[in-house]
């Protein structure tokens, strides 16, 4: 009995970590998007090419230079308004997902399992066109995120079906 306890706050903690998880990377988006959003206005492409011309003239570090050059490919207007809106839209579906774990609704960890797992082929698919720690880090916690609801939600699918 005390082992099932154990587990159970084991799992509780888990749960409440992915909460956590969810809700900071819902913020992190909403709010960088409201920053880009009410930027957008005052010339935000135009700040960002001159950004790149700088460190491309007053830097000469490798990563300046590569940061140099991926801001000229990537930044236009309609990328930018793109980009805002992703981040609006992947910061309101993670709110809902962490929301919805918070209050353990049953559908909850099976909409984090559908969102967070659809993703997992194209990160798949990302990291093999351009390896990098950072993409596979958020791969490796993905898909521990998607493991382990996939394992709660069954657990708590089969004990409602019991009680």
Do not use: C
Request: hydrophobic share 55%.
């Amino acid at each position: 009995m005390a082992s099932e306890t154990r587990a159970q706050a084991a799992e509780d903690l888990a749960l409440r970590s992915i909460v956590l998880y969810k809700a900071v990377k819902s913020i992190s988006a909403l709010a960088l998007g409201a920053v880009l959003l009410a930027l957008l206005p005052f010339g935000l492409p135009g700040w960002l090419e001159l950004l790149a011309v700088r460190l491309r003239h007053h830097f000469v570090q490798a990563w300046t230079v590569h940061l140099a050059d991926w801001l000229v490919r990537h930044v236009s207007l309609h990328r930018i308004e793109l980009s805002i809106a992703a981040l609006f839209i992947d910061g309101t579906l993670t709110g809902v997902e962490g929301w919805s774990l918070k209050r353990r609704f049953w559908w909850g960890p099976w909409l984090v399992v559908v969102a967070s797992g659809s993703l997992l082929p194209f990160e798949i698919y990302e990291w093999l066109r351009h390896p990098h720690l950072g993409r596979a880090v958020l791969f490796v916690v993905n898909l521990a995120i998607v493991l382990f609801l996939s394992r709660h939600a069954w657990r708590e699918h089969r004990r409602r079906k019991a009680q």
